[in-house]
């Protein structure tokens, strides 16, 4: 199993240019998610889904659009990228256990994100 | 609401010290604990948890944390430091099902002197 995987590792853009972040699970995770990392911030959540179809805002959605169209998918997007969106993004994956309250979260590698 | 506090952003041990990293939370429900660790150029990984029963939780790496519901505490501790053990190590709680209840502490960076 590759777990999750992210694309790109890398990328640079100018501000006002358009991207779209993929992240692609292979562990039939129900839920999955979009974190952005700051230094001494730790990991804010952007936005998350619980399905198939389904998505929900997280803590800082602002600027960024999301879509699950697949399970095993989900796309980040920004459509017009600003320098406070300089950061390194991660997706992470979990499925609610049986009879579990709380799951583990399987995150990827994650992208380096710069706006010039 | 709930939050995460982890004292100290930086903490620098010997080879073969032991390690204590410092979390505390405030929680309105009883919380589940996390502790995750992230190495360079890598995504978290989990390296415990805590969600009911018995308080001190054992994890990968000879890791452990101990659940102190009257400190709001769950300090992450290893006995003896290893070299490989250099990472940033983040502390988490959650107060209800699903991943978009938890929330992350800032971090502490270990660094692991010979």
């Known amino acids: 199993n590759a777990g999750v995987t992210q694309t790109p590792k890398f990328r640079v853009l100018k501000t006002g240019q358009s991207m779209t972040l993929l992240c692609a699970q292979d562990m039939n995770h129900e839920y999955m998610y979009w974190y952005r990392q700051d230094p001494g911030m730790g990991l804010r959540l952007i936005h998350y889904s619980v399905g198939e179809g389904t998505t929900a805002k997280g803590e800082v959605p602002d600027g960024y659009n999301v879509s699950r169209l697949k399970k095993q998918n989900f796309l980040l997007g920004l459509e017009s990228a600003a320098p406070s969106q300089t950061s390194v993004y991660f997706c992470?994956?979990?499925?609610?256990?049986?009879?579990?309250?709380?799951?583990?979260?399987?995150f990827g590698p994650g992208t380096r994100l710069l706006v010039l | 609401a709930q939050s995460v506090t982890q004292l100290g952003s930086h903490v620098s041990v010997s080879e073969g010290a032991l390690v204590l990293l410092r979390c505390n939370y405030s929680s309105s429900v009883p919380p589940y604990l996390f502790w995750y660790v992230q190495y360079p150029n890598q995504g978290l990984q989990l390296l415990l948890k805590y969600t009911t029963g018995a308080t001190l939780v054992k994890g990968i790496n000879g890791f452990e944390a101990e659940f102190k519901k009257s400190e709001t505490s769950f300090h992450l501790t290893k006995p003896s430091a290893h070299m490989s053990d250099a990472a940033e190590y983040f502390c988490a709680v959650s107060e209800g099902t699903g991943g978009f209840k938890t929330i992350f502490g800032a971090g502490t960076r270990l660094f692991v002197k010979a």
């Open positions: 992470a994956s979990s499925y609610p256990g049986q009879g579990s309250f709380q799951e583990t979260q399987y």
